[in-house]
């Protein structure tokens, strides 16, 4: 079977993100001895010239009978016509894959989606500094992805129920999916076992200037705590939470390789996932992997995998005293991270990219057929 990736292509040097999910689908797919075509854009304007953009063809790489290509928009419908048999699935957001509706009529493409966000959301509520032509050419092309693609796959139920706010989708044409866990996350990597610090570390992964990453609301819950813990964040300072930061005890941490990532989960403790709105949470899921024990809002995707008490905690966002108690348990009772860590490690076993990947699969062959 002959399957065509659209999107942004990353080898996973970077912490986490949608491109290092659709690296992952990738490799998974080609392992499994399919003919897998990666074909990106040539995204970079400081880069690549008008030119390349529309006329450009590079490979990226080739692995077995699988490749990775980065394509301007001609070379991309030529691409397509000549593999008008294939299933082509966008994997992350980027305009460019409109093109390939161009052809859906035409060559009887069957195109699938996977939603990393709700971008009309996003640039909505947390975007202010997006231009507005910038949000009308990303809501156009996602309102092609949404409406016109024969499947689209949701991270989550929540993500699911807010696409159908903005778009025309009937739930028959629409999957509830997930995503992997590198091998590389396991509780067997650990140092030491969770909760045996004397002080219980926190760990934050994400940039702290985005809104819906829930950073302000953390930081307003730790003014309630009162047990004592060390919060380590992952990513790039901003001043405007300094007065905040003050009074408690943080660390910024560059980010890093997953292959780093995973070494450094090795002696941490309690993850903290406080997002508004995320669709999945793949570094939650990482670190619960890892057997960190996991506080999340129930609005973000991984939640749907914690049994409150048992293998992680759930709590509102928006509930500072909420969040601020679940801290304190932790903190307060160090055997429950253990426990808890241990569960979530259990949980996070059915997460491989190898059953992603035959999830995607066996949908490919249905929809071909």
């Known amino acids: 079977m002959k399957i065509v990736l659209l999107g942004r292509y990353n080898n996973g040097e970077i912490l986490s993100g949608p491109e290092k999910v659709a690296s992952r689908i990738f490799g998974a797919l080609s392992l499994r001895g399919d003919e897998v075509s990666f074909i990106e854009y040539f995204f970079d304007g400081s880069r690549y010239a008008l030119y390349q953009k529309l006329f450009g063809s590079e490979y990226v790489l080739t692995q077995q009978k699988s490749s990775v290509r980065r394509m301007g928009i001609f070379p991309l419908l030529m691409f397509l016509i000549s593999n008008r048999n294939a299933v082509v699935h966008i994997v992350t957001f980027e305009r460019f894959a409109v093109a390939a509706f161009w052809l859906k009529k035409l060559l009887g493409l069957k195109i699938l989606y996977t939603v990393n966000g709700i971008v009309q959301h996003e640039n909505t509520y947390f975007r202010a500094f997006a231009s507005h032509s910038l949000k009308e050419k990303d809501t156009s092309a996602e309102r092609v992805f949404m409406e016109h693609s024969d499947l689209v796959f949701f991270l989550s139920e929540e993500s ?210």
């Not at 403790?269 to 992997?289: L, P, R, T």
């Not at 996991?294 to 939640?303: D, F, L, N, P, Q």
């Not at 348990?329 to 035959?358: F, P, Q, Y």
């Open 160 to 369: 699911r129920i807010l696409a159908m706010e903005y778009y025309d989708i009937s739930e028959s044409r629409t999957r509830i999916t997930a995503n992997g866990i590198d091998e590389m996350f396991s509780i067997t990597r650990r140092v030491q076992p969770a909760g045996s610090a004397e002080v219980p570390s926190l760990v934050f992964v994400g940039d702290v200037a985005r809104p819906e990453k829930g950073f302000e609301f953390l930081l307003q819950a730790l003014l309630l705590v009162r047990q004592a813990y060390q919060l380590f964040v992952i990513g790039e300072s901003d001043s405007r939470f300094l007065p905040q930061l003050a009074s408690i005890p943080y660390k910024i941490v560059p980010k890093m390789t997953s292959e780093q990532y995973a070494a450094w989960l090795a002696d941490k403790d309690i993850f903290i996932s406080a997002s508004k709105c995320d669709q999945f949470g793949i570094a939650a899921a990482e670190a619960m992997a890892a057997g960190l024990a996991v506080i999340a809002t129930k609005e973000t995707g991984m939640s749907r995998y914690i049994t409150p008490g048992v293998n992680g905690l759930v709590i509102d966002y928006g509930s500072v005293a909420g969040f601020a108690s679940a801290i304190d348990r932790l903190c307060t009772d160090h055997g429950s991270i253990a426990r808890m860590g241990e569960a979530g490690a259990e949980t996070m076993k059915t997460l491989t990219w190898r059953n992603v990947a035959e999830t995607y699969r066996q949908t490919y062959q249905t929809v071909a057929s």
